[in-house]
C-alpha cells in the first residue's frame, strides 16, 4: 500500500470525536475522585479523576502499541528502507541540563534500556484536527497527554512499563528549544505541559529529575496514524463481564456497544474501547486505564505470537503507519536502529511484563495530582536499581564475601552525585563523607571533585574479588546491601553520595529498609503481560 493510500484510509476511518475536556491552557476543571488509584471515591467527591483529554483516550495506548508494533518490524526484514527512514521524524533527545549518567554495567557488562513514550495532542495537520475535535486548538503548542517509561532490565528478562497522570504537578526544569532558542525557565506545572517548553527532550529531561532514571531514547506519536495502525494489527481480543453501551442521555459515552464476551476490536470499535470512561467500573479514569491496560497486553500477546503477522501486506501497512507516526530521537533514526530495539523487546518473555500507573493523590482541592508520597518514590526506586515490577527477581545468595585486608589499608574513593538541576547541588558532600569514613577507620579514603547526579547513593566495586570490601563499606555508612554494585569503570571502591543523602553523615534511610523489600506498591495497581479477564461494566452502562 502507497503512503498516501495509508493516510487516505486514516482519513475514511477517524470517528467523530467527544468534545475536548480541558481548557487551551492544557489544565482540567477542577474535579474530586478518589485519592489513589483503586482507592475508590474521595469522601463527597464526583465520580472518579479529572476527566482526560481525547489524547489521553485515544493516545494512552498507542505509545506501548509502537514500541511492540516493532516487534512485527523485527521479523519481517526492512520494508521501503529508505522510504520508511524517511517517514520518521527525529528531535532532540534532552533539552535540560541534567547530569545523570548512564547506568553502570552489571557484572556481564549489560546495563538496562529505558524508553519515555509520549502521546502528543497535536493538531498540526487537518486530520489531527479532526481527530482531536478541538478546532480551536489547531494553533497551539501540544501537550505530551499521554507518558509511559518502558523499562527494559539489563539482561532482557523482564520489562516494567511505568505510565503517569497527564495533571501530575512537577517541576519542569529549564530547557531550551533547539529550534529558536527560546529559554524556558524551570517552572512547576501539569507534567503534560513540559512538551510545550521545547519539544519532547524537555519532557525526557523532566522525566529525568522526577525518577532520577537516566532515559536512552524517546518515542512520540499524534493523532494521526492511530486509527490505521489499529486496523492494521488486524484487531484485539478484549472481554466485558456484561453487555455494555457507553452512552447516556448527557451525551457521555465514548459510543462503545459490546455483548457479554469475547470480541475482537479494531478501527473506530478498537478507539472506543480505548476512549470508554462511562460504562467501565465506576465511571472514572481508573477503570478507562485498565481497559488501555487489558488492551495492551491482550495486543503484545497477539504480536508476539505472530498471529497478526502472517500477511506480508498487513505487515507492510503496519511498518507504514508505524513509521509515518513518529518522532524519535536521532539515536532511532533508522529503521535499522528501531529494529534492533525490536530485537530487544523481542526477548523480554510476556509473563514478566508489568504495567503500572505512577501512584498518586490528589492534591489542590482536586484539580491536580501528585506523586504519592513513599509509594512513588519505591516505585522509582526499583527502576533505578533494575528490580523487576513484578517482584520475580532472583534472590541473592546469603553468602557475604569478606574484604580483602583490614580497612585501613582499602582505599575509597568518594564522589559528590547532588548535581541535580531542580534541587541544586550541595557543596562539600564528597569531602563530608570522606572525613566520616576515615573516622570509621578508612584511613585512606579520598574526596574526588568531581560533580555528578545521581539519585542513588551508591558503593561501587571494581571485580569481584573486591565485593567483599564494598559491602564493608556499605556496612560502615549504614547504607542497604542493594547500594552496592559492580562497575567497570573504578578501579577502587566508590562511594557516591546521592541525592537521598543531601546533608548529614548518617545515612537518612535505614539499612533495613532496602528497596521496599523489592516489592512494587499495591497503589500501582499492576497488570501481568499474561493477565487476561473481563472488564467490569457500570450497571448503569449496560442493555
Excluded at 21 to 32: A, F, L, N, S, V
Excluded at 201 to 210: D, N, Q, R
Excluded at 239 to 252: F, Q, R, W
Amino acid at each position: 500500500m502507497r503512503q498516501s493510500d495509508v493516510r487516505g484510509e486514516r482519513g475514511r476511518r477517524a470517528a467523530v470525536p467527544e468534545p475536548r475536556e480541558h481548557g487551551e491552557d492544557g489544565r482540567p476543571p477542577e474535579r474530586k475522585g478518589p485519592a489513589s488509584p483503586g482507592a475508590g471515591h474521595r469522601p463527597g467527591g464526583g465520580q472518579g479523576r479529572p476527566k482526560r483529554s481525547r489524547g489521553v483516550r485515544i493516545l494512552r495506548w498507542t505509545a506501548l502499541t509502537l514500541a511492540v508494533l516493532i516487534l512485527g518490524a523485527a521479523g519481517a526484514g526492512y520494508f521501503y528502507y529508505e522510504h520508511l527512514n524517511g517517514n520518521l521524524k527525529k528531535e532532540d533527545l534532552d533539552l535540560g541540563d541534567s547530569k545523570i549518567g548512564k547506568p553502570e554495567p552489571n557484572a556481564a557488562g549489560q546495563t538496562p534500556l529505558n524508553i519515555l513514550l509520549i502521546g502528543s495532542d497535536s493538531r498540526n495537520t487537518a486530520e489531527n484536527v479532526k481527530l482531536g475535535g478541538a478546532k480551536q486548538d489547531a494553533g497551539r503548542k501540544p501537550l505530551g497527554d499521554v507518558q509511559m517509561l518502558v523499562h527494559v532490565s539489563a539482561d532482557r528478562g523482564n520489562m516494567s512499563v511505568v505510565s503517569i497522570p497527564r495533571d501530575t504537578r512537577v517541576t519542569i526544569p529549564q530547557c531550551t528549544d533547539p529550534h529558536d532558542g527560546t529559554v524556558y525557565p524551570k517552572t512547576e506545572g501539569a507534567i503534560n505541559q513540559s512538551l510545550q517548553h521545547g519539544g519532547p527532550g524537555c519532557t525526557v529531561a523532566t522525566w529525568k529529575e522526577l525518577t532520577g532514571v537516566y532515559i536512552d531514547h524517546f518515542m512520540m506519536i499524534d493523532f494521526s496514524g492511530v486509527v490505521s495502525m489499529a486496523d492494521a494489527i488486524g484487531g484485539v481480543p478484549v472481554c466485558v463481564d456484561d453487555n455494555v453501551y457507553s452512552h447516556d442521555s448527557k451525551g457521555h459515552g465514548s459510543g462503545l456497544k459490546l455483548t457479554k464476551g469475547t470480541h475482537n476490536v479494531k478501527g473506530v470499535q478498537a478507539l472506543q474501547w480505548l476512549r470508554t470512561r462511562y460504562g467501565f467500573e465506576d465511571n472514572s479514569d481508573i477503570g478507562r486505564a485498565k481497559a488501555q491496560h487489558m488492551y495492551m497486553t491482550s495486543m503484545i500477546r497477539q504480536l508476539k505470537a505472530g498471529t497478526k503477522l502472517s500477511d506480508p501486506g498487513k505487515l507492510m501497512d503496519l511498518a507504514e503507519a508505524a513509521t509515518d507516526a513518529l518522532t524519535v530521537d536521532h539515536g532511532l533514526g533508522t529503521v535499522k536502529e528501531l529494529y534492533d530495539l525490536g530485537n530487544d523487546l523481542k526477548r523480554v518473555p510476556t509473563k514478566r511484563t508489568t504495567m503500572i500507573t505512577m501512584p498518586w493523590e490528589y492534591g489542590g482541592g482536586g484539580g491536580y495530582v501528585l506523586p504519592k508520597p513513599g509509594d512513588a518514590e519505591q516505585t522509582f526506586s526499583l527502576l533505578r536499581n533494575d528490580v523487576a515490577l513484578d517482584g520475580k527477581d532472583k534472590k541473592k545468595p546469603d553468602a557475604t564475601p569478606a574484604p580483602t585486608g583490614p580497612k585501613e589499608e582499602i582505599p575509597v574513593v568518594v564522589q559528590n552525585g547532588t548535581a541535580s538541576t531542580v534541587l541544586g547541588p550541595v557543596s562539600g558532600r564528597a569531602s563530608v563523607i570522606t572525613s566520616e569514613l576515615v573516622r570509621l577507620g578508612y584511613a585512606k579514603a579520598t574526596a574526588n571533585a568531581t560533580l555528578i547526579s545521581q539519585a542513588d547513593t551508591t558503593v561501587l566495586y571494581p571485580d569481584e574479588a573486591r565485593q567483599g570490601d564494598g559491602l564493608a563499606v556499605a556496612k560502615a555508612l549504614k547504607l542497604p546491601e542493594s547500594a552496592v554494585k559492580s562497575s567497570q569503570s573504578v578501579r577502587e571502591i566508590s562511594v557516591v553520595v546521592g541525592n537521598d543523602w543531601r546533608q548529614g553523615t548518617v545515612y537518612p534511610r535505614p539499612a533495613a529498609d532496602d528497596d521496599g523489600g523489592g516489592k512494587t506498591p499495591k497503589s500501582a495497581d499492576a497488570l501481568n503481560g499474561e493477565e487476561k479477564g473481563c472488564m467490569q461494566v457500570n450497571p448503569g452502562y449496560t442493555f
